[in-house]
């Protein structure tokens, strides 16, 4: 009851913000997917806007971490979307997107989709989840099989 209580106190501090970003991210509470579909919808994937997200997320970090955490992550695959070179200056500006772990996996999708699959391993380490790595004889196959099945 008393840490409801204080999650609720903690939300309404948050909404007297008058924040965009972070009225996005009270409306869509520990949905940072649902948060990043809203940002494709309501903002432009440049630089203000990366800016104007980790300045919401600092904000939250204030009040509740966890909401700052899916503001960072939202925004990471906001930007890692429209183009996976991008998540390097999301991490550049949002390196707090490193003690995330859903961060952490996104980047070395985003990494591992420019090639960068020894690259994602020095700076994040090992990932703990499996890599789909395609060789180019695997989707050719694939695709002859397609193509004979039509």
Do not use: W
């Not at 020894?118 to 789909?132: C, H, I, M, T, V």
Request: aromatic fraction near 8%.
């Amino acid at each position: 009851m008393v840490r409801k209580l204080l999650c609720s106190r903690k939300i309404s501090k948050l909404k007297k913000q008058s924040n965009s970003i972070i009225d996005m991210a009270l409306d869509h509470l520990d949905r940072p997917t649902d948060l990043k579909d809203i940002f494709h919808f309501n903002l432009r994937c440049d630089f203000d806007t990366l800016v104007g997200n980790q300045e919401a997320a600092l904000i939250c970090d204030k009040y509740d971490s966890i909401i700052a955490m899916d503001i960072r992550l939202a925004t990471l695959r906001f930007f890692g979307s429209h183009k996976s070179s991008h998540a390097f200056q999301c991490l550049s500006y949002i390196p707090e997107s490193l003690k995330d772990q859903r961060a952490i996996r996104s980047l070395h999708t985003y990494f591992n989709r420019l090639g960068l699959h020894d690259f994602a391993e020095d700076l994040l380490g090992d990932p703990n989840f499996d890599l789909k790595k395609k060789n180019k004889r695997e989707l050719q196959s694939k695709l002859n099989i397609l193509i004979q099945n039509r």
